[in-house]
T-cell receptor
Framework: KAGVTQTPRYLIKTRGQQVTLSCSPI?????VSWYQQTPGQGLQFLFEYFSETQRNKGNFPGRFSGRQFSNSRSEMNVSTLELGDSALYLC???????????????FGPGTRLTVT | GIQVEQSPPDLILQEGANSTLRCNFSDSVNNLQWFHQNPWGQLINLFYIPSGTKQNGRLSATTVATERYSLLYISSSQTTDSGVYFC???????????FGAGTRLTVKP
């Protein structure tokens, strides 16, 4: 079974630009979550999508947004990039939650974004 | 929200030594996972262990949910075990996974 894939793997952008990152979950997984990892803040939750609906959003400004398509693939977008947005962006997929059970999350290789 | 604390923050071992990494969490959880982050940044799943004990080769993990902690044991460590180990937890009512700050393990030959 193919794992979680993320594209692109590396990206360099300039302040003020916008960027779109893509995540393809494991086949059959309908939940996709996004995380930001920085040396200062560690791993922080951005948002989660399940069946095309955003179920929760972390404490990030509105410049960070996402969406999920009917095939469960997800994209996240960051507008008006700032230097502090330089980070590793990780996507995870899972079966989601059912009857009080939270299924295991599997992570992709990440997209390393550098903002100059 | 749930607080997750990992200890120790850094650990240096000689090859062949054993180690124990600890994860404390501040509230009851429905999911707990241990990950190893490789040098390229990918989080590799080690254990999905909201409670109980599991073993996989030289690695094992125990979660005592009632006392809100989990332990990751690494036996006969190898240089390839080096990297950062993360503990992460989730609650049913909170739709986000909370990570600890990680334990950076260095195994010297």
């Amino acid at each position: 079974k193919a794992g979680v894939t993320q594209t692109p793997r590396y990206l360099i952008k300039t302040r003020g630009q916008q960027v779109t990152l893509s995540c393809s979950p494991i086949s059959g997984h309908r939940s996709v979550s996004w995380y930001q990892q920085t040396p200062g803040q560690g791993l922080q939750f951005l948002f989660e999508y399940f069946s095309e609906t955003q179920r929760n959003k972390g404490n990030f400004p509105g410049r960070f947004s996402g969406r999920q398509f009917s095939n469960s693939r997800s994209e996240m977008n960051v507008s008006t990039l700032e230097l502090g947005d330089s980070a590793l962006y990780l996507c995870a997929s899972s079966l989601g939650r059912l009857a009080g059970v939270i299924y295991e999350q599997y992570f992709g290789p990440g997209t390393r974004l550098t903002v100059t | 929200g749930i607080q997750v604390e990992q200890s120790p923050p850094d650990l240096i071992l000689q090859e062949g030594a054993n180690s124990t990494l600890r994860c404390n969490f501040s509230d009851s959880v429905n999911n707990l996972q241990w990950f190893h982050q490789n040098p390229w940044g990918q989080l590799i799943n080690l254990f999905y262990i909201p409670s109980g004990t599991k073993q996989n080769g030289r690695l094992s993990a125990t979660t005592v949910a009632t006392e809100r902690y989990s332990l990751l044991y690494i036996s006969s460590s190898q240089t390839t075990d080096s990297g950062v180990y993360f503990c992460a937890v989730e609650r049913v009512n909170n739709n986000d996974m909370r990570f600890g700050a990680g334990t950076r393990l260095t195994v010297k030959p």
